[in-house]
């Protein structure tokens, strides 16, 4: 399996600011990335994205649309996870069943992120998930413009996490 090469800087950078600085809806996407996996008893550390760029891609991806507030614009969001990191979650099952998991922990990992936001007034509505073959894995991930990449580490390799669409920090209502 090849090295992907380094990410587009739209990747690397939230929404397309020019700086590297987290803002309080990539907290809340990241904190809910390690929550997810915390909670079945997977220690997953947050890297920096440059890490996406060492080691082999995972080799699951599943992805959500989903749409926040009165839009209908359609938001993605795709959890990437290496297969012995699935086979250590769900040792013994057969194949069906780890990528059933793998689009279970997709819609948990939503969940969590749209838990987060209706503190804020921010609403998500959850629609269709699937299974990403890998050719659409390496278009979703070089297709960068507008995404938010999240990255980490768990001892069976790297978990990525893509999202497109979320709200800007400023739509957030504080009241």
């Keep these: 399996m090849s090295h992907p090469g380094p990410l587009p800087q739209a990747a690397r950078l939230a929404s397309g600011s020019k700086s590297a600085a987290r803002g309080t809806l990539d907290s809340f996407v990241q904190g809910a990335l390690v929550d997810l996996f915390a909670a079945y008893s997977v220690a997953l550390a947050p890297v920096p994205w ?99 990449l999240y990255v980490g580490r768990t001892l069976r390799g790297v978990v990525l996490a893509t999202v497109q669409g979320l709200p800007d920090d400023s739509a957030l209502s504080y009241t």
Excluded: Y
């Design 50 to 148: 440059a890490s996406a760029a060492h080691g082999p891609p995972p080799d699951v991806s599943v992805a959500a649309l989903f749409t926040h507030g009165g839009s209908r614009t359609p938001c993605k969001l795709v959890l990437s996870l290496p297969r012995a990191l699935l086979d250590q979650m769900k040792a013994g099952e057969v194949t069906a069943v780890k990528m059933d998991w793998a689009r279970e922990l997709t819609s948990q990992f939503l969940g969590r992120i749209k838990n987060r936001l209706l503190t804020f007034s921010v609403r998500l509505e959850i629609g269709a998930l699937s299974v990403l073959e890998r050719p659409m894995v390496e278009h979703h991930r070089t297709s960068a413009i507008g995404k938010r």
